[in-house]
């Protein structure tokens, strides 16, 4: 099993900026891709950006700019850096993995699949 852990949420205004993490714990040797993905209240789940085979990243049309997705292997630790932030931004962020090394990456281009692990979840909230 896999345990992910999201922090760095809260509040900022429109234009802020904002770093999340995500920790990973437990039988991460079988993870091979982690991404980020939100949901707001009423809203469908986005994928947000992601890694994939070789290291390889794709971000959603409303992030490439202005996120940026990291990592830091020795540290078991997923960020996503975010900036110019927008009132729209506002969600629930969910850190994500899986264990084909493909499929992270397609559920942020097509906005489908499931992944096998997840976190809770850190709010996000953009005020204008």
């Known amino acids: 099993q896999v345990q992910l852990v999201e922090s760095g949420g809260g509040s900022v205004q429109a234009g802020g900026s904002m770093r999340l993490s995500c920790v990973a714990s437990?039988?991460?040797?079988?993870?091979?891709?982690m991404g980020w993905f939100r949901q707001a209240p009423g809203k469908e789940r986005e994928g947000v950006a992601a890694?994939?085979?070789?290291?390889?990243?794709h971000y959603a049309d409303f992030a490439q700019g202005r996120f940026t997705i990291s990592q830091d292997r020795s540290k078991n630790t997923l960020y996503l850096q975010m900036n110019s932030l927008k009132p729209e931004d506002t969600a629930m962020y969910f850190c994500?993995?899986?264990?084909?090394?493909?499929?992270?990456?397609?559920?942020?281009?097509?906005?489908?699949?499931?992944?096998?692990?997840r976190g809770q979840g850190t709010q996000v909230t953009v005020s204008s």
């Open positions: 437990g039988h991460t040797s079988s993870i091979d891709c």
């Open positions: 994500a993995a899986h264990r084909n090394p493909f499929h992270c990456i397609h559920v942020v281009v097509t906005g489908r699949g499931e992944f096998d692990y």
């Open positions: 890694f994939g085979s070789g290291d390889a990243t």
